[in-house]
């Protein structure tokens, strides 16, 4: 089976684990700084926090920023539910913003209508890997005294503008699950330039534990404080060996995912029947997703079965996540982004991962391509 994402685990990934099980640390010990700094050198950022997985990390960076209750965060239509359901569990708002069609990002013309006196933080996920159009958030966010914490489960090792991802926004998040860029197993990651943040990310993977900077005077080496209401949120040291290893291959991954979208690309350029989701011109994308759109959704189901005939696994990113049956109960309506629910209808992510052969792709493209011909005949011959 050609599943349409999986992670690469080499033999120096293995020897880099069992060293870590071999030694003294299970958990707190010293590689999870070490990857942690080692990923803030590559993101750009002054500062990195790993985390148990991205969603913690998600609601991390919320806690960090001070979201609570009676306050709103602006997320997209089209993302995965943990974007939204970190901002729940801190029992604040979400409040959806629909996408571009072309692109799946979040459309920054529609973002500023959506901000009012509750609005706290704007949250743009980089769909696919593609970077958003992060100078019109960073300019409404500026201009409107909001905090940009910035989704990029799917980008670690995109650049905007030239720019890592990680080195602009506010906080940064990243997600180490095996479909990602790099893997820990389950892991997570904040990045961020700003000391405060920085502190109270530290705090809250620990309980809200802190070991040095105190509200009452200290009463020995022993001493800590708890002074928020934080989780068990920590990365052990085994996985953070592993996070190490997989970084270290970052740019050979990226390099073949990019290899793998060209083809793709290539191959579907005169297609008539679809479009590909692709990143804006000037920016690298990380190329978690090769997402295509199809211009008569009615196809997608068959497309689906054909390509599973084929052994070939494909998935839809995303349902707009207001449309769960959960948010549905919460009272969010059916509408309220048209254009994401259009895409949701439409779309349909293939196989890409690093070690994809070109022979599987080749099979990928030509069930795609007869499934879509296929139709174009039946239609001639009526
Ligand atoms: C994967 C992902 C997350 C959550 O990350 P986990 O590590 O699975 O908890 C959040 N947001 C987006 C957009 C993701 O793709």
Redesign the pocket.
Known sequence: MISYGRQTIEQDDIDAVVRALKSDWLTQGPLIEEFEKALATFVGAKYAVVFS??????QAAYFAAGLGKNDEIIVPAI??A??SNAALWLNAKPVFVDVDPKSGNIDPTNLEKSINSKTKILAP?DYAGHPVDHSSVLEIAKKRGLIVIE?A??ALGAQWKGKPVGSFSDMT?F???P??SITTG???AVVTNNSEYYDRLTRFRHHGIERKKFKRTSAGPWYHEMQDLGLNARLTDFQSALGLSQLSKLPVFLKKRKAIADRYLEAFAKESGLHCVVPNPGDQSAW?LFAIVLNDSTMRSKLIDELKNNGIGSQVHYIPVYRHPYYEDLGYPKGLCPKAEMFSESVLSLPIYPTLSEADQKKVISTVKSVLNTKHESRLHR
């Open positions: 997985n991205g969603t913690t990390a998600l993302t995965f943990a974007t996920v989704d489960c799917h998040v997600s180490f699950h479909l990602k389950e892991g997570g978690h």
